[in-house]
DNA sequence: CATCCTCTTGACAACGTTGTCCAGGGCCTA
DNA sequence: TAGGCCCTGGACAACGTTGTCAAGAGGATG
């Protein structure tokens, strides 16, 4: 007995399943079924037996249950670094909207940028067999997927490529929009640009500094040592670092940003000096316009659309090769990017 | 054949389970579940071969298959109303951290604001038989939880409180900081002030209405028609509503923004005119700080953290009556809240 | 050497649903 | 009225896992 008392407690505490619905209305268990999915074959009568007792008794189908049955999860994971930052709200959000849209629900994971959160993360996911993967990697090596991807969960990678396995990506053109910007301050008259990124491990971050060096090299700049940094975003960190580029006897006139809580930090460092210091941002930011910032937008929304998009295309069945797909950055001029060398 | 073809198709990809696993390393379905799940009383030698065989297959276990037989999915599920709205995703983290520490997965989705998909959202976690729920309501009647709740799925009710039914709540004090903003423009001499807030059947905008109206008599001041403005916060309808206040032969000469979206436009509003106005809003803003907005400000992620561990609580087995949490505010001088009447 | 105990292992049922297949009843047609 | 067909409904197995229980091996103890 005491077993049994157990039992029921660790149960959906007794919840009535589909046995008790047809006990009630007096059917088989079969029929429930039929109701509950409104599958053809059932007279008026009997569906309205079964669904008077469906509402007496509160049932609600078990879809764990009905997972293991059929296969599929008709959910999605997504893994990416921080829900909290505000370029990934609007991204999961476009997600969940194309999930929506086939019937799909969303788990959210972050990997706080830790690529052992990351791996423990999609795998969680995969041992609920969610039908499909979007994730924004954090790690560089994603061998760990291969026997789940070939177990058929589709997946996409997002904003950054996968390491040593083969899936869809969609990207946004960190290189290219990275060297519009500072191929911009160029043309507003800076020679000396410092440019203060992210991790290198991380991906963007290393492409948006190529963009950079490439406009430095079409201008024909040299880039002197100390006008690249690369690192933690943490504000301490992109503080000490802006402020050592602003210093000296020959302090760069501008900065690029390369992501936008580098900007946030910048424009805070900037707002504290005298002489008026030229910005340029990657990524846009909410109240940017009031504040006058220029930046380099990509469109999270049409990121995570993409990327769902392309998933869901695979999940209908696509069967072409792995596609990358790279979308566009615009620049957007508000006046930090346009002022001149002071 | 056919059908055996379709079949596999609609399967996880056959993917190898615990009975192959067992085939493979020539041991029992059961020895493989209890290496699988670390419990103890199996040989080191008889591990190494199973762990063996689950390497070479790419084995991973079935939650689904698991949820089934344990009651228990570990996954809880979060309604809110935006999730690119960045109110909510700090505590969208907040609430995914906590699921961590306990072990579980959050399920996310966004309601929009509308009641009808909140119940969708909500009813599908529940058929998902999410061990939780963390519901920041859209509609104003939740009777159909009844069912759920008493079936046992644990939920906590936040930001706003729930309709006909007894549940946790973890709610701001709306009131409090609404009154204590708009007393602090008192304070600084205003007394023609005008609120903009949300739809009125939104419960926290129609507190934050009730704490402007008490700060106002608390002042001995009439509130006069056009002062008060609630309705969507579509920067369209913001925008209008500001600006009639702001015109006219007697306009006001201070706002209080309703919240974070009222907020923005409100500032954008004011920046293009002439004449300054003081402002308050509720909610913080990234960069709030930099443009010198005034806010009341309510810890997001706190609100989330908070309803996250109540909810724990209660999955482990907390009996208490439901409690109702009101978290309190901060107001945040910031300059445009202490500009005097123009 | 018999007995008991411990430790490891595996057989089996059950979780709640859905797919398959069959049975029975009603209706139509010849 | 017999034969055939269609329509509705139900019995049963299967999905992949875990809890229960029992059996067998091996060691310790009398």
């Known amino acids: 007995m005491d077993r049994t008392a157990r039992?029921?407690?660790?149960?959906?505490?007794?919840?009535?399943?589909?046995?008790?619905?047809?006990?009630?209305?007096?059917?088989?268990?079969?029929?429930?079924?039929?109701?509950?999915?409104?599958?053809?074959?059932?007279?008026?009568?009997?569906?309205?037996?079964?669904?008077?007792?469906?509402?007496?008794?509160?049932?609600?189908?078990?879809?764990?249950?009905?997972?293991?049955?059929?296969?599929?999860?008709?959910?999605?994971?997504?893994v990416l670094e921080d829900l909290a930052d505000p370029f990934y709200g609007p991204l999961s959000r476009a997600v969940e909207e194309v999930a929506r849209a086939h019937g799909a629900l969303l788990i959210n994971g972050s990997s706080a940028e830790d690529p052992e959160r990351e791996q423990e993360l999609v795998l969680a996911l995969c041992a609920r067999r969610v039908d499909g993967l979007i994730v924004i990697p954090a790690g560089d090596d994603h061998r760990y997927l291969e026997p789940e991807i070939k177990a058929g969960i589709a997946t996409v990678f997002v904003d950054r490529p996968a390491g040593h396995v083969d899936v869809d990506m969609v990207l946004s053109d960190s290189f290219g929009g990275a060297r519009e910007g500072v191929a911009h301050l160029i043309a507003h008259g800076h020679r000396r640009i410092g440019f203060i990124g992210d991790q290198p491990r991380i991906h963007t971050a290393t492409e948006r500094l190529r963009g950079y060096h490439a406009a430095m090299r079409d201008a024909g700049i040299t880039v002197e040592d100390g006008w690249v940094s690369l690192g933690s975003t943490e504000p301490e960190r992109v503080r000490a670092a802006a402020e050592e580029m602003l210093s000296g006897p020959e302090p760069v006139t501008a900065l690029f940003a390369g992501n936008n809580r580098v900007t946030v930090t910048a424009v805070r460092v900037i707002a504290e000096r005298e002489r008026p210091v030229a910005l340029v941002g990657f990524d846009d930011i909410e109240l940017a316009d009031l504040l006058g910032i220029t930046v380099i937008s990509q469109d999270a929304a049409a990121v995570g659309r993409t990327a769902a998009e392309h998933l869901f295309r695979r999940l209908d069945g696509a069967e072409h090769a792995p596609a990358r797909v790279e979308l566009p950055t615009t620049l957007i001029p508000r006046g930090s990017g346009e002022l001149p060398p002071a």
């Open 7 to 78: 039992h029921s407690e660790t149960r959906y505490g007794n919840r009535p399943t589909m046995k008790d619905v047809a006990a009630r209305a007096g059917v088989g268990l079969k029929t429930v079924s039929r109701v509950v999915n409104s599958e053809p074959g059932v007279t008026p009568d009997t569906e309205r037996r079964v669904q008077e007792a469906i509402d007496a008794l509160g049932f609600r189908r078990n879809d764990s249950a009905r997972v293991l049955r059929k296969g599929r999860t008709a959910s999605i994971g997504l």
